[in-house]
């Protein structure tokens, strides 16, 4: 009895004296291996007789049990702490900067093209496209403004020195070409797969893009973006133009309260042409559209001139339509409160960090156009 | 142009505000820029009488005045010597702001007496540039009287006038339209013919070139030419004119008034009895009366004597022929010049006359006699003398085209409702006149709305008079929506281009379609036939070949302020030559990394950054990336020739372009390297096959493991390592899943000028699992491969 509580008594100060595992493997081997001081006493009990195995089987079984289950918890209790020292070991200091992720964003005259794009795409409007580079028949003539007119001079062009042919190519001064492409029923195919061929009325299209004039300030910049739209149909009149510009504007200022003010204008490619105010207050320093007694200047349009659709081979008495133009940058600074014109189209990355739109702003009708 | 209302009053009569009648000019299509009212501008001054003046009793200069004033008697002090007991004057009360000093009265003591306001210049008030003391009004003026009441200023309208409405360069115009829209009543525009008391002395002739189709005049003699009166002058100040000469402003006046503009010449400097307009010689000069000698030349209309040109028709007089002082026997021209010609002339020679304005825009024709007859009334009333019979040379060019016209096409354009009689009873109050009472009718448009030309025309004219807030709001008829969305691949493609790019982090810039062409010869281009011929700037005389160079400049302007770190792009058009095919859409990209140190000693962006932000927008925009070529070194100059490749389906058909920038490029473009930047050509991509149906084919997963293999190659330094990845993957296809490098190097254990390229092998098994044998094989094949390919060896 004594020997084997001796025993119990030394090895459990030896397990709980185990500072490592590979101590309490030494105590399991020297007690429970092949050889160990207790393997060696449950060998005894072969050669016991039955009583005396009787009485001494459960002791020594006992010790063994109570010996394995000892390891078993001091060896859980190792793990923990070496686990615990690991994790103390690889403590971060998360205060320390990840690495830097660029931020990008999209142009605000981009984000607001984009809005343009969905708001008349849901009227039923396509996009065509045509080039910056245009000749004097495109830009002027097939739009009726007659050789050496007048009207010309206001469009304070950019002109290429003359071709081989004593052609005098030049920059668009507004997207309107696009117009007489679209329209002009010879154009087929035209000189490029993007560039916008004839196609028979009815016609419902916008043409975004680059435009040009030789002018800068505050705001004028040599270079500037233009929406045009154009529809072409039998029985399309004003009173169309007004509705369609009307939902436009109510749709793109997000505002249900917008009041529009249509003005007698002049330009030589439309008859009548109007220009169209925006109801809008100014008071504060800030611009509110759609509530107050302030007028803003917003676009101009009118009813396609039948000059313009007898130059492009479509008969004015049949078919008639509607022409806008608006800029869209400007739009995008009364939008979103740029107040620089030129600032739009210099690269500072601060203004365009700030002034930018996420990536993820893609406008459409689910999360809203704007 | 700018008139004021009593002027308007001359033709119309109304009771309508400023307000009301700048509303419907608005609403007519006329722009009004500004209304200056002097009454707004002057409400704090008012007329006042100085009841008694004493000299200062601490400054010899001062007086002190006891004033009658609105605001009761008030004792002012007043340095100007004109201040005198009984003197009728205008008096600013404290907390006015003087306009002409720029400051608000205070009260505070002069010299040690307090002044209770002031009494004003001319000057003080901005009426006069100049004045000497205090104003000096008539007795009879009430004390409290406005001041702009006092001083006889009224509202000044400044408006702008579309290049279709000469007629409305006279306020007789306007007045007709404002009529029209109901403002008032038009008053008799008709003008009294003046009959001549002997033949005109002077001969006209023409060249019957288009230049000058008619020419009317005639001599009045025995003129007295000094100052017009106050009335004449007045009204030319009111709109910023300067009075010169009774002869001389009675022209300015009608062409204000009328839109008519005349020339008045001293008969007596004309010489050999004739006068005569035609086409300019070469050599000949005018001495403009703006001081200026300008050459003339066969495109321009001079109007000459025997001696030669005396001025430019239609454009401005001569300074030798003018009507001066001692002017007694004038000769007045009013001709009709055609506009294009002088418009011309005027923008060759870099004029713009009152005359020229309206010329260019074209006069009316019917006007020039009574333009003449009403001239002549005047000179009479003003300067005397007697006119002779009128001379009439030429032919008035044609009246425009009578238009058949149905009223009921008036709703059709513009959805206005205006009723049959509304349509005539506009056209008629515009002066146009309308024959018939069928279903059409005839419309003559009267001879000074020569813009008028067609039915649509005429419905304008209608629908501004009748009110375009009348127009109906009337929703476009529904359309089938187009299956899958408006927009073509293209634009499509350009829209996830930027909403990719900008995820990518970089910011998207707009920058100019031009460059200077020095920098368009940088990048390719600079053509002769893409240099603009009047550019706004020097640096900006070129259509740009690449977007590239926008963006290191702008990355480098960004830089010189203290904004190194620059990821940017763009989408828009580059040019290769003037035909609109020859226009591209380009997607470009630059990443200047100057980012913030970093403490793990993490490596910046590099080549590779932009290699992998490039194939990621190549995937985004449905390019087949897994076969483009990489074809390193083929891309363009402006590439670091060892740091840039093209990535291309066939040299035909290159999708992009990336890598470093070439350092003399950056140099020349005063920019920090390293830059890197990439250029997607996006008509290059394929367009997606159209398929039936938008199924996406079906998904076969293995239910095989794949297993890796690692290879360690040898190969020369100069061997592209895509080339020897694509030789192993091409080695079995059916069992290699990919082949990637995961380490490069050189150095001791590896022969000079050689590289050991280790390769990560994925396999994947179709139909069993792989025997070693078999892997054995696969291994023997891909080493083979890649001997074969690029002289690879198993590193030992």
Same mark, same amino acid.
């Given at each position: 009895m004594t020997d084997l509580s001796q025993l119990e008594a030394d090895l459990s100060a030896q397990i709980a004296a185990a500072g490592d595992l590979s101590a309490l493997e030494a105590v399991r081997v020297a007690a429970l291996g092949k050889t160990g001081s207790v393997s060696a006493l449950l060998k005894t009990l072969g050669a016991m007789s039955p009583d005396e195995r009787k009485e001494r089987g459960p002791q020594i079984n006992g010790l063994r049990d109570r010996a394995t289950a000892l390891i078993a918890e001091r060896k859980a209790a190792l793990e923990a702490a070496a686990l615990d020292a690991q994790l103390a070991a690889e403590r971060l200091d998360l205060t320390l900067p990840a690495p830097p992720r660029r931020k990008g964003g999209v142009h605000p005259t981009m984000q607001v093209m984009d809005e343009m794009v969905a708001i008349f795409a849901e009227m039923g409007f396509s996009v065509a496209e045509g080039p910056d580079i245009e000749d004097d028949f495109h830009n002027f003539t097939a739009l009726n403004f007659p050789p050496k007119h007048p009207a010309r001079e206001m469009h304070d062009t950019f002109f290429f020195h003359p071709g081989e042919d004593g052609e005098r190519k030049l920059l668009r001064t507004h997207t309107s070409p696009v117009q007489v492409r679209t329209m002009q029923r010879t154009n087929t195919p035209p000189p490029a797969p993007w560039i916008a061929g004839g196609q028979e009325p009815p016609i419902r299209v916008i043409v975004p893009g680059r435009t040009y004039r030789k002018d800068s300030d505050q705001t004028h910049t040599p270079m500037f973006h233009q929406v045009e739209g154009l529809v072409i149909d039998k029985g399309v009149h004003m009173g169309h133009l007004k509705w369609t510009l009307e939902t436009f504007i109510a749709r793109f200022f997000e505002t249900d309260s917008v009041v529009t003010r249509f003005r007698p204008h002049h330009f +030589?490619?439309?008859? +009548?042409s109007a220009e169209m105010d925006v109801g809008c207050d100014r008071s504060g320093g800030e611009l509110r559209i759609g509530q107050g007694s302030d007028w803003l200047e917003i676009l101009g349009c009118g009813m396609v001139h039948p000059n313009v659709l007898r130059a492009c081979g479509v008969d004015p008495d049949v078919y008639q339509g509607f022409a806008f133009g608006m800029g869209v940058d400007r739009l995008a600074m009364l939008k979103y409160g740029m107040p620089d014109l030129r600032d739009l189209f210099a690269g500072d990355g601060r203004w365009l960090s700030h002034y930018g739109f996420s990536a993820f702003a893609d406008p459409n009708p689910a999360s809203g156009l704007s | 142009m700018k008139f004021t209302l009593s002027w308007l009053k001359d033709h119309l009569e109304t009771t309508a505000s400023v307000d009301r009648i700048v509303e419907a000019m608005t609403m007519a299509g006329l722009e009004v820029e500004d209304v200056e009212d002097p009454a707004t501008k002057l409400a704090a001054f008012s007329v006042a009488k100085i009841v008694e003046a004493v000299q200062h009793p601490n400054a010899d200069r001062l007086r002190v005045c006891q004033v009658e004033t609105r605001d009761g008697r008030k004792e002012i002090v007043c340095g100007a010597p004109n201040a005198r007991a009984g003197l009728t004057t205008i008096y600013a009360p404290i907390g006015a702001y003087v306009p002409g000093l720029g400051v608000t009265l205070v009260e505070k003591p002069v010299r040690g007496v307090v002044s209770n306001g002031m009494m004003c210049s001319a000057s003080e008030l901005e009426v006069a540039e100049e004045s000497d003391g205090i104003l000096e009004l008539p007795d009879s003026l009430a004390v409290g009287t406005s001041a702009a009441e006092a001083l006889g200023l009224e509202a000044v309208i400044d408006f702008e006038v579309t290049p279709n409405r000469p007629d409305w360069l006279g306020v007789a115009g306007i007045a007709r339209d404002l009529a029209a829209a109901g403002v008032g009543r038009l008053k008799d525009l008709s003008v009294q013919a003046v009959a001549g008391?002997? *033949?005109? *002395?002077v001969e006209i002739r023409l060249d019957g070139s288009d230049a000058c189709p008619v020419f009317a005049g005639r001599l009045v003699r025995g003129v007295r030419n000094g100052p017009s009166p106050e009335w004449l002058q007045a009204r030319l100040k009111a709109i910023g004119l300067r009075p010169i000469s009774a002869l001389v402003d009675i022209t300015n006046l009608l062409s204000y008034d009328r839109a008519r503009p005349l020339h008045v010449y001293d008969a007596a400097k004309l010489t050999g009895g004739f006068i005569e307009a035609r086409l300019g010689r070469e050599g000949e000069e005018v001495h403009a009366l703006d001081g200026k000698t300008y050459a003339v030349t066969p495109d321009m209309c001079v109007i000459a004597d025997a001696k030669g040109p005396l001025g430019l028709g239609g454009v401005m007089g001569g300074e030798d022929s003018g009507c001066s002082e001692t002017t007694t026997d004038v000769f007045i021209e009013s001709a009709w010049f055609d506009p294009l010609r002088t418009a011309q002339t005027g923008r060759v020679l870099g004029i713009t006359s009152d005359a020229q304005y309206r010329f260019a825009r074209g006069v009316d024709p019917g006007f020039v006699v009574p333009g003449l007859e009403l001239a002549t009334k005047l000179v009479l009333e003003l300067c005397g003398g007697e006119a002779s019979e009128v001379l009439v040379a030429g032919q008035i060019p044609a009246a425009p085209v009578p238009i058949e016209f149905d009223p009921n096409y008036v709703h059709r354009l513009s959805g206005l409702s205006v009723a049959r009689e509304g349509v005539l009873e506009i056209l008629h109050k515009l002066g146009f006149e309308t024959k018939g009472d069928g279903a059409s009718v005839v419309v003559t448009p009267p001879t000074w709305r020569r813009d008028v030309e067609g039915k649509a025309d005429l419905v304008e004219e209608v629908a501004r008079i009748a009110g375009y807030g009348a127009l109906p709001s009337t929703p476009l008829p529904e359309v089938a929506r187009a299956v899958g969305g408006v927009l073509t691949v293209r634009q499509a493609r350009a829209r996830v281009a930027r909403r990719a790019l900008a995820a990518a982090g970089y910011s998207e810039a707009v920058t100019w379609s031009f460059t200077a062409r020095k920098t368009a010869e940088l990048f390719g281009g600079g053509q002769d036939a893409l240099v603009l011929a009047n550019p706004i700037a020097a640096e900006l005389d070129c259509m740009r070949p690449s977007i590239l160079p926008n963006l290191i400049e702008a990355a480098g302007r960004n830089a010189k302020r203290g904004f190194a770190d620059a990821a940017l792009f763009e989408i828009g058009p580059v040019f290769g030559g003037d035909q609109p095919q020859d226009q591209r859409l380009a997607i470009s990209a630059i990443l200047a990394p100057h980012g913030p140190r970093r403490w793990d000693g993490a490596q910046a962006e590099d080549v590779f950054t932009i290699k992998a932000d490039l194939i990621a927008l190549l995937d985004e925009l449905g390019a087949p990336t897994a076969n483009l070529q990489v074809a390193q070194g083929a891309a363009a100059p402006w590439w670091h020739p060892g740091r840039s490749a093209r990535l291309q389906l066939g040299p035909k058909a290159v999708i992009a372009e990336f890598g470093a920038l070439h350092p003399a490029v950056l140099k020349a473009l005063d920019v920090d390297g390293p830059v890197y930047g990439f250029e997607v050509f996006?008509?290059?991509?394929p367009e997606p096959k159209r398929k039936p149906t938008k199924t996406k084919p079906a998904l076969a997963l293995s239910p095989l493991m794949p297993l890796s293999r690692d290879f360690a190659f040898v190969v020369a330094k100069d061997k592209a390592a895509g080339d020897l990845t694509k030789a192993v993957a091409g080695a079995d296809k059916a069992l290699i899943a990919a082949a990637r490098v995961f380490d490069v190097y050189e150095g001791k254990g590896v022969e000079d000028g050689f590289k050991s390229l280790a390769v990560e092998v994925t396999i994947q098994p179709r139909e069993a699992t792989l025997t070693e044998a078999e892997i054995e094989a696969l291994s023997a094949k891909i080493v083979a491969a890649a001997e074969k390919a690029t002289g690879a060896k198993l590193r030992g």
């Open positions: +030589p490619f439309t008859e +009548p | 008391k002997f *033949p005109c *002395p996006v008509e290059t991509i």
